[in-house]
DNA sequence: TTGCACTATGTCGAAAATCGTATTATAGTA
DNA sequence: TACTATAATACGATTTTCGACATAGTGCAA
């Protein structure tokens, strides 16, 4: 069964695509009729526009909380070794932690760059201990405490 | 004159907000009368939440863009090294330059990282060559090449 | 070129959600 | 207990969303 696609005519974002993300990267709850009046065409166009971008991964329109009213008052970036025929075990392992929230494939000393988030060094001590240290294929691991975000910015399109 | 402030009786999160936040981080465009229904509230004690929750900075409703979509086909983290007098200066710099979107000031042997989003190496190693490289202050600088994201999750909250 | 198939956009009315005002409830405090 | 300020509710007017259908546009092949 030959599978349908979405946007098959025109596979990049033309200037609708960047209107609708540049009206909603700041606001994602901008009306779509606001954003259909600013660009010039129907709200039913915006509608299929943000479903297509959505479904092909472009954009996406989430909630995003602030870690530390949240409770998770230490951040930090990890970088771990790993022992390359064991790495798909090591990611998969990393993967299924909760407390990681972001896994980079890297160039470098390090092959994998990952996030986590925990409520308090202690927590942060016990993840490395029973949980990071346990992974089998782990050679090196370097953590970098996050002592404050200066800037932050998600919405780059500009 | 007087601030007045929101929420002043419970500065915390309390169930409602964590509702309000499982809600909508994996959508933000979920109608406030679903949420309202779930969580045996009214409409309106949603919405004046979700606004008190984004003017206290603790949730955002955004519209992430994909940055390889967008045309961001280089991205790679900079830790860059500081003289410590200077650290204001270069995070100002730092801060100015639209090639990057965060910046934290960290533990290790550097203060600053950084990640940056360029559409070409080529427009990476200019960035380097022509903004980084020449802003005062800066000893040394460690490029990690993001090579393929393995895991990213901005609705941690569970 | 013409016609075909497919995708994108537009039209429009019903249903749903949002918004603002006024009212009621609740918690902290004197 | 009464007072004050905040939070939640009730509710109708307005706006937005949604879906079905119609129209337009593009790529492709005869």
Redesign the interface.
């Known amino acids: 069964m030959e599978e349908t696609f979405r946007r098959s005519l025109y596979p990049d974002?033309d200037d609708i695509d960047y209107g609708i993300?540049r009206a909603?990267?700041?606001?994602?709850?901008l009306p779509f009729t606001q954003i259909a009046k600013d660009l010039g065409v129907t709200e039913k166009t915006i509608r299929m526009r943000v479903q297509q971008l959505q479904d092909?991964?472009?954009?996406?329109?989430?909630?995003?909380?602030?870690?530390v009213?949240?409770g998770?008052h230490v951040q930090a970036?990890i970088q771990v070794a790993v022992d390359a025929e064991k790495l798909d075990d090591v990611?998969a392992a990393?993967?299924d932690t909760?407390e990681?929230?972001?896994?980079?494939?890297?160039?470098?000393e390090y092959q994998?760059?990952t996030q986590v988030?925990v409520t308090s060094n202690e927590e942060l001590s016990q993840f490395l201990l029973k949980k990071l240290h346990k992974i089998p294929g782990i050679s090196k691991t370097?953590v970098?405490?996050?002592?404050?975000?200066?800037?932050?910015?998600?919405?780059?399109?500009?």
Do not use: D, H, W
């Open positions: 974002l993300i909603l990267q700041g606001n994602a709850r092909e991964g472009a954009l996406s329109l989430v909630g995003i909380v602030n870690p009213k949240a998770f970036m990611v990393l993967t909760v990681i929230r972001l896994i980079v494939l890297t160039s470098g994998l760059f988030l370097n970098i405490n996050e002592l404050k975000i200066l800037k932050s910015k998600y919405n780059f399109i500009r």
